[in-house]
């Protein structure tokens, strides 16, 4: 694992994301009350892009495509996939819940950093 310097503190403002390339991955890195945190960016579910979803409260994202919501601080699914009612629970049945992977974030001086 390596760290990549991904933005300045001031870029990126409280209740704000920012896609990022860090060692050939894409990560989203969200600035919440508590501090920052990156997440993989895409939804488990059917690799939706989570830059695109909503922050609903501070530090849930909510999937653009089937309302999936994720804890970026820790990655732990709050509430699977359940939007269009009918369609989702087939895809469901083979997409299992699971959580957003996370990684380690570091702020030294006026640099946000990633491990990935």
Not at 43 to 56: E, T
Request: with cysteine; charged share 20%.
């Amino acid at each position: 694992m390596a760290l990549y310097p991904v933005c300045r503190t001031g870029e990126l403002p409280v209740g704000e994301r920012q896609l990022v390339q860090a060692g050939g991955e894409s990560v989203l890195v969200f600035h919440v009350a508590e501090g920052y945190f990156a997440t993989q960016a895409r939804c488990p579910h059917i690799l939706a892009p989570l830059a695109k979803g909503k922050l609903v409260e501070d530090g849930v994202v909510q999937c653009p495509f089937h309302r999936a919501r994720f804890d970026v601080r820790t990655g732990q699914c709050i509430k699977w996939a359940n939007w269009p009612p009918g369609l989702v629970n087939v895809l469901n049945a083979f997409r299992g819940e699971k959580n957003l992977r996370t990684y380690p974030v570091t702020v030294e001086d006026d640099q946000v950093s990633v491990e990935v």
